[in-house]
């Protein structure tokens, strides 16, 4: 059989990766454990050994949750996917959802909400500021037929924390299900499920775990999972349908039926980055987060860097900061990368060109890393 | 903070898989240069050196495919993401498909045009046979009004293949695009995008190309591209909708957009995967997985097993196949798993209990596996 030559396709080698320090807004830093189980030996997507690693991974996710949900599991794509496994199970066509939006993030849950069939009621802030719960109970009182509150838990975008517990009590409050992005909030920073009573909850595997780019841990609270048992109409995506992707992780109770097939390396990853956390405990996981924040912050001040966010809704593992004047931020940001070996990220819509988001996310988040990003910076100031 | 400690896990440990060789209908075997790749040092998504493996990817993807379509990249999810992706991108609410189903994945293929809105006219063969290209003509006469016609090329569930260069003919002769599922072909037997005429194709990363579970490579023709690009409605998916994702992977000639976090690692895999097809040669892959299956052919016929397929339409790379009368072949395939390691698949839907499905792709297809099972059947039938 005779190939057609043009597209034959020469001179690419095998691709060996510069060695970067990564500290922007995620991917972090993978730890060497991490990537070891990355490449251990792929067995079937059904092997009763694989079938032992999801229900740990499973219990490891409930873990990091701190929730008993039942429905937590890993989606097999990231946290993009992540966010729509949540709108397209919980918005059905018709249904009204308050979206917060102070970044990008939240405008990307107003288009799911749309792309659902649903209507998106926007409650804006400035982007760098936190959500106002305020204007989200004016929003739910003038919408008592919405159904869903979506907001971003942390904002990657700006660097802000909002107030997960105060905004999901307000949903319960008012009746509806809250849809939260925790994507790097997620083992950087408390998110407590149960207590706060969250209930669809979406994050990522790149940031805050560590663990490599492209897998979304998901969790759904009871009410949650009573929604998406009694739609009307059946979940737009067959990939991210919860009725169908609970049986094969066995959060139905029910024997485990073939869906798709799990991206099985990628989740033995997952399952040493979430043994990792159990090792560390979470609480000393965000003390540790809280202490090199502190350093990384202390250095960029004294450089002229100074903070978007205000302090009480910093993100410890997102800085982002405006820099000191007169500097060509994106020609520096590219000597950091190509003299430096260091990834830190730039701005994005209305903050492009401006500020630097400077991650501390997970393995990435230690002493090392502050004192090399701090030392590069006065290198190239 | 105190953490609840019900949910606290103990008890787990580092994941130590066992050494299984893959020869069910797929994951196949991974080459170690494949796994070498996959824990290479994680970069940035956006970073310019990963942008180049990129491009590397998009052309080689275009090789292996057989295509100059601009619109050839790598979804970052799953074979049934890929699925998915050319069904909402190319079925809007009130569009007519025809499906042909002769077997599991033409079902679902339904599944997804209904999820679309659309109207799925349902052309069956009997699992195990080809689509039936005379009553595709028939549907294809008798609704002049149908946009899409969808079928699968190499049935995963019976290791039958289909003609896909008749099919993706007529589907244009009839003024329809065609939907090709291409998972267990691509890089076993000739798929030949541009010289069939073949308007949406997906595959899978797990099969012949013997690379990690979780990705899949699609590639669209002009004239899928035009559809899309002239929409009535927004692409339901917002994660699969490729007006945005064509801009994160540069196939629109225009600058590149950050869209969602690509799973950077199994992307250096899938470049190695490719590259690994580039050395070969598609001749000679598709020329190694007809031999090693003749090998495996004789053994199996010589133990009393006899095929499903007729040998016209027979995938070399899935071997569907009956077991000698009186066998207990849910015990045996547990004991090939248990004590020889080795994974073969058992049937499903219609087949289940009744046939098994041995794989021969990518890595798997090589005399070391062919004697091994032999061997091992030898020993436990």
């Not at 830190?344 to 002493?367: P, T």
Request: aromatic share 8%; net charge negative.
């Amino acid at each position: 059989m005779e190939l057609p030559k043009s597209i034959a396709v020469q001179d690419i080698t095998s691709f060996d990766p510069p060695k970067r320090k990564l500290m922007g807004p995620g991917p972090s830093d993978i730890h060497p454990r991490i990537s070891a189980a990355l490449s251990r030996h792929c067995i079937g997507h059904l092997d009763p050994e694989f079938v032992k690693v999801m229900d740990e991974i499973k219990l490891m996710t409930q873990y990091v949750y701190q929730t008993t949900n039942q429905l937590t599991m890993v989606v097999s794509a990231p946290g993009s996917a992540g966010m729509e496994a949540c709108f397209v199970n919980l918005v059905e066509p018709g249904d009204k959802a308050i979206v917060c939006i102070n970044g990008v993030f939240g405008g990307r849950m107003k288009e799911n909400v749309e792309r659902c069939g649903g209507t998106a009621i926007v409650v804006e802030d400035e982007w760098g500021k936190p959500v106002d719960p305020n204007k989200v109970e004016e929003a739910l009182k003038a919408h008592p037929d919405a159904q869903v509150l979506a907001f971003v838990h942390a904002e990657t975008s700006t660097g802000v924390r909002s107030d997960a517990e105060v905004l999901c009590q307000l949903a319960k409050q008012y009746g509806c299900l809250s849809i939260v992005d925790t994507v790097t909030s997620l083992a950087g920073i408390p998110v407590l499920v149960d207590d706060w009573g969250m209930d669809a909850v979406y994050s990522g595997s790149q940031k805050c775990l560590s663990c490599t780019p492209g897998l979304s841990p998901v969790t759904f609270s009871k009410r949650a999972v009573k929604k998406i048992k009694n739609r009307a109409t059946k979940v737009q995506s067959w990939f991210l349908d919860m009725n169908l992707v609970m049986n094969y992780w066995g959060t139905a109770g029910t024997k485990r039926a073939y869906h798709h097939t799990a991206p099985v390396n990628a989740l033995y990853a997952m399952h040493e980055a979430l043994l990792m956390v159990q090792e560390e405990g979470l609480d000393d996981r965000w003390e540790r987060h809280h202490k090199h924040h502190l350093a990384l912050k202390e250095g960029l001040e004294e450089l002229g860097f100074r903070y978007l966010v205000d302090e009480e809704y910093r993100l410890p593992q997102l800085n982002a900061v405006f820099l000191p004047e007169g500097l060509d931020e994106a020609n520096i940001r590219k000597q950091l990368l190509e003299d430096h070996m260091l990834e830190v990220g730039g701005g994005l819509g209305a903050f492009a060109g401006k500020i630097w988001r400077i991650g501390l996310m997970g393995y990435s988040a230690r002493e090392e890393n502050v004192e090399y990003c701090l030392g590069a910076l006065r290198e190239v100031i």
